[in-house]
Structure formats: structure tokens, C-alpha cells
């Protein structure tokens, strides 16, 4: 019944992009990644628009940023390909 405490931050798993197993490296981008994608970078991405996106890393992981639209879901956009 007793499921024990909450402690703030240990539910999140961070994910690998390419594979989707846990995370637990940064590659050179600064987004987490698991060991066997430590040296891939994300590719870059056009926005519906057709501009750029720039990715960008904030508070709650990485996301990417247009500069018409504004900024982007991370995961929408990795999904998408």
C-alpha cells in the first residue's frame, strides 16, 4: 500500500534520440545519448515554414528553435523523420 516517498527528479529517464534506450552520455551537441550513439550528431531540421531550426538545450532537455515560429518540441520533431 505504502508505495514510499517522492524524491524530486528521480522518475525522469532520459532517452537516446536514435534508439530510444536510456541515455547516459552527452555527444558533442550536448544532447543525451546512450554509449553507441556517443559520437552522432542530430541532423538538422526545417521547420514547416522552411526555415532552420536551431537546437537549443533548456531546463527541461533539448528542443529546437525556429526563427518565424518559435520554439519547437524536441521529440515532435525527432518522431517525425
Given at each position: 500500500?505504502?508505495?514510499?516517498?517522492?524524491?524530486?527528479?528521480?522518475?525522469?529517464?532520459?532517452?537516446?534520440?536514435?534508439?530510444?534506450?536510456?541515455g547516459?552520455?552527452?555527444?558533442?551537441?550536448?544532447?543525451?545519448?546512450?554509449?553507441?550513439?556517443?559520437?552522432?550528431?542530430?541532423?538538422?531540421?526545417?521547420?514547416?515554414?522552411?526555415?532552420?531550426?536551431?537546437?537549443?538545450?533548456?531546463?527541461?532537455?533539448?528542443?529546437?528553435?525556429?526563427?518565424?515560429?518559435?520554439?519547437?518540441?524536441?521529440?515532435?520533431?525527432?518522431?517525425?523523420?
Amino acid at each position: 500500500m505504502f508505495r514510499g516517498r517522492k524524491v524530486y527528479g528521480s522518475y525522469k529517464v532520459e532517452t537516446c534520440p536514435f534508439c530510444n534506450k536510456q541515455g547516459t552520455v552527452r555527444n558533442p551537441q550536448g544532447v543525451t545519448v546512450c554509449i553507441d550513439h556517443q559520437s552522432n550528431l542530430i541532423p538538422d531540421k526545417r521547420c514547416a515554414c522552411g526555415e532552420w531550426l536551431e537546437l537549443k538545450l533548456g531546463k527541461w532537455g533539448p528542443y529546437f528553435q525556429c526563427i518565424n515560429c518559435g520554439n519547437k518540441n524536441f521529440r515532435k520533431f525527432m518522431e517525425g523523420d
